[in-house]
């Protein structure tokens, strides 16, 4: 049980019936995720304003940025993030190989230099509490200043997203399940 109830699918609420309806105008479900923070529509559009930009008009390749979300959400622990994230990441061209990897990302021979910044990223931001100066010159070879910014508020943003669905006890839907969280790979 959510720490909060989900507001209904059909809300009343003008407001939330237009957010709502502009998901599904993208052809997207509406997440229970989103149906928690439908409690407050302000914030719900304030959160669709800042991640769906992070998301599809980010300059960096999304296959990096979902490398990113996956270890963040492996080393945060956090199943919901990782199962929706798993099926963006394979969309984006990162091949499930890969994937399976990221826990291990040190010691695999799959992944380039440029992943590997990435994935360091993933780390430090989500352990806190941030990059540090070496990290961020890794990424430097191979990201210009644009795309440095754009990992580190992705890093940053996905870590704000974990905490508030442990903290909302979210449960993965149905459709999700099939995706789980490896256990032990927050490492």
């Known amino acids: 049980m959510t720490a909060v109830p989900m507001v209904p699918l059909q809300p009343e609420d003008p407001a939330l019936?237009?957010?709502?309806?502009?998901?599904?105008?993208?052809?997207i479900e509406v997440p229970d995720l989103y149906r928690v923070m439908g409690n407050s529509p302000a914030m719900l559009r304030a959160w669709i304003d800042f991640a769906w930009p992070l998301r599809l008009n980010a300059?960096?390749?999304?296959?990096?940025?979902?490398?990113?979300?996956?270890?963040?959400?492996?080393?945060?622990?956090?199943?919901?993030?990782?199962?929706?994230?798993?099926?963006?990441a394979l969309a984006?061209?990162?091949?499930?190989?890969?994937?399976?990897?990221?826990?291990?990302?040190?010691?695999?021979?799959?992944?380039?230099?440029?992943e590997r910044a990435v994935l360091r990223l993933a780390e430090e931001v989500t352990r806190g509490p941030g990059a540090?100066?070496?990290?961020?010159?890794?990424?430097?070879p191979h990201f210009d200043h644009a795309g440095i910014v754009e990992?580190?508020?992705?890093?940053s943003f996905y870590?704000?997203?974990?905490?508030?669905?442990?903290?909302?006890?979210?449960a993965l839907e149905p459709d999700y399940q099939?995706?789980?969280?490896?256990?032990?790979?927050?490492?």
């Open 59 to 88: 300059r960096t390749p999304r296959a990096i940025r979902e490398l990113l979300i996956l270890r963040g959400a492996q080393v945060g622990a956090v199943a919901y993030e990782w199962a929706h994230h798993v099926p963006m």
């Open 132 to 140: 540090s100066p070496e990290c961020l010159a890794a990424l430097a």
């Open 151 to 155: 990992l580190t508020l992705t890093a």
């Open 178 to 187: 099939q995706y789980t969280l490896p256990a032990g790979s927050a490492g």
């Open 17 to 27: 019936q237009a957010i709502f309806a502009e998901v599904r105008g993208r052809g």
């Open 159 to 170: 870590v704000c997203v974990g905490r508030f669905l442990v903290s909302m006890r979210l």
């Open 92 to 114: 984006a061209g990162v091949p499930q190989a890969k994937i399976d990897a990221i826990a291990g990302w040190r010691d695999s021979s799959l992944f380039s230099d440029e």
